[in-house]
């Protein structure tokens, strides 16, 4: 279970939620542009200085403002998938993901960092630099190197905004393989309805700060609007 409770009041928008989401599968969190899902995802890797934060994660209390507990970002086990791929340019590759591997700290590194390149298939792309990659294979590089940080929680904003549509229709299959195969629960900020309905196991709907309605996505699909359809 992840609980989270935020309250950031910024000149004018305030953030405010309260919920209680599942530390399994994929949790999309879904609304127009500038209703807060990045910021609430900043807020949870511990990007923000919200006026009041609570976050639990499978137990662990990560932050807690009533209690001064406050989990910095470098030590928040999560791996962090931005919208443009944001790798080391002056390192390769493999150096990238090493560098995520090294964040991972534990005796599992290498398996996990194994594992992450081939999950994205990028196994033929190791030696290059990020300058000679397209920006398909640079999300994948930035997704691997996510993984390889051994997260117990994955948050991605919109991984797949920056793409045109045929590198998102690459890219989808191998989130959908993440999906299938990884036990890490994923916090995914979209809003893209057919993204949603194609990865998400639940959906937290945002609007103006606030959620609006959350559950499966059995339940709470009928909120999204007509998707685009790729
Ligand atoms: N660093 C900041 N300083 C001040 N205001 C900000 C900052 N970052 C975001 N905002 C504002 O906070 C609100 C929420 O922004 P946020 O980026 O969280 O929305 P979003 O739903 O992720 O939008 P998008 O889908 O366009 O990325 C917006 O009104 C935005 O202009």
Redesign the pocket.
Known sequence: MIKLAYKLR?S??ELNVNEQLPATGVTAIY?H???????LLRCIAGLESPNSAYLQVNGEVWEDSEKQIYLPTHKRPIGYVFQEASLFEHLSVIKNLNFGATRCGKPQAQKALDQAVELLGIEGLLNRMPDSLSGGEKQRVAIARALAVCPELLLMD?PLASLDIRRKREILPFLERLHRELDIPVLY?S?SPAEVRRLADYLVIMDEGKVIASGDIKTTQHHLLEDEGY
Do not use: A, I, L, P
């Open positions: 910024r004018d928008f609304g542009s500038g209703c807060g899902k990045s910021s919109e900020v809003h």
